[in-house]
């Protein structure tokens, strides 16, 4: 008797490449996805810091936000300020103005969001 050799039938190999070719794929779309969420939590945090200098820049030097009022910043990021709504605030007259930081996506077709938005009181008054 000679002995029986096994070996893998076609199909077999078929299946096998099959699995680990979706296996492969899943695992660079999860790292593409991974990427792309690292990318936006740094734009973010660089937007934050933006954010936080242009206010402490305006408190200082002018002592107000300016109103409706838009610049580019180094790096590829807008920032905006624009009035939101009026609301008496213990019986002053203020004014709700939001400054947004904003950025070019890097992919195209995606809908457009700031990176960064908050909201201030002002007091209405021209300076």
Known sequence: M???HRAFTLVEVIVGLVLMASLVTSSLV?????????WQSQQRLRAIAV???LLTTWYETR???????????????????F????RPVCG???QIVRLEIWAIEPTAG??????????????GMLR
């Open 2 to 4: 000679t002995p029986s």
């Open 30 to 38: 999860a790292l593409a996805g991974h990427r792309r969420s690292i």
């Open 51 to 53: 954010a936080e200098s």
């Open 63 to 81: 002592g107000h936000v300016p109103v409706r009022d838009q610049a580019w910043v180094t790096g590829g990021l807008m920032w905006r300020t």
């Open 83 to 86: 009035p939101v709504a009026n």
């Open 92 to 94: 002053l007259a203020m």
């Open 110 to 123: 995606t809908s457009q969001r700031p990176l960064v938005s908050v909201e201030l009181l002002h007091d």
